[in-house]
C-alpha cells in the first residue's frame, strides 16, 4: 500500500509547525493502515485559517460558523474513484483549520501535533465512511477507532 498525501497550506497567519506535515502524512497512512485499507490512495489536504473554513462550511455545509476540520469523501461503501495514471484510490479532501487547531490543543491540554495528528485521523475516517453526527455506537467506534490510531502514532492520550 502507498498514500499519497498532497499537502497545501492556503494560510499565511500561523508558521505550520515543524514536522507538521510528515505527522499529517503518517496519520493518514496509520489510519488506512489499522482499517485494513489494502489499496494505493491519495489524500489532499489543505490547511486553511478559520475566516476559510467558516466560508467553506456556509457554502458546502449551510453551517455559518467556523469549524476544526471539514471532510469531502469522494467515494462511499468502500468505492472510490480510480486516479486513471496512478491506479491510487483518490479517497478526498480535508481541510483543516490551523486556528481551530491550536485553540483546541491549548482547551484540551495537549500538543498543536497530537491536535493536528487527531484532526487528520477523524477526518480521514470521514474520508472511509465513519461517521459520528448521530451519537450513540457510530460515536463510540469512531473515537475509539481515532485513539487507536493516535496510540500507534505515539500520542495516546496520557490518563492519570
Given at each position: 500500500m502507498s498514500v499519497k498525501v498532497n499537502i497545501v497550506s492556503k494560510q499565511k497567519r500561523v508558521k505550520l509547525p515543524t514536522g507538521a506535515r510528515l505527522l499529517i502524512r503518517k496519520a493518514c497512512t496509520a489510519t488506512l493502515k489499522l482499517?485494513?485499507?489494502?489499496d494505493s490512495a491519495?489524500?489532499?489536504?489543505?490547511?486553511?485559517?478559520?475566516?476559510?473554513?467558516?466560508e467553506?462550511?456556509?457554502?458546502?455545509?449551510n453551517i455559518d460558523t467556523a469549524t476544526d476540520v471539514l471532510s469531502f469523501p469522494l467515494g462511499s461503501d468502500g468505492d472510490f474513484d480510480t486516479n486513471p495514471e496512478t491506479g491510487a484510490k483518490m479517497l478526498g479532501d480535508i481541510v483543516i483549520s490551523i486556528d481551530h487547531a491550536f485553540s483546541q490543543?491549548?482547551?484540551y491540554g495537549h500538543t498543536i501535533e497530537r491536535e493536528i495528528a487527531f484532526l487528520t485521523v477523524h477526518s480521514m475516517l470521514h474520508l472511509l465512511g465513519y461517521d459520528h453526527e448521530n451519537g450513540g455506537l457510530e460515536q463510540t467506534v469512531m473515537r475509539e477507532k481515532e485513539e487507536n490510531v493516535l496510540s500507534?502514532?505515539?500520542l495516546a492520550i496520557n490518563k492519570v
Open positions: 482499517e485494513g485499507f489494502e491519495e489524500v489532499d489536504v489543505t490547511i486553511v485559517n478559520d475566516d476559510e473554513i467558516k467553506m462550511n456556509t457554502k458546502f455545509r490543543a491549548e482547551l500507534a502514532l505515539g
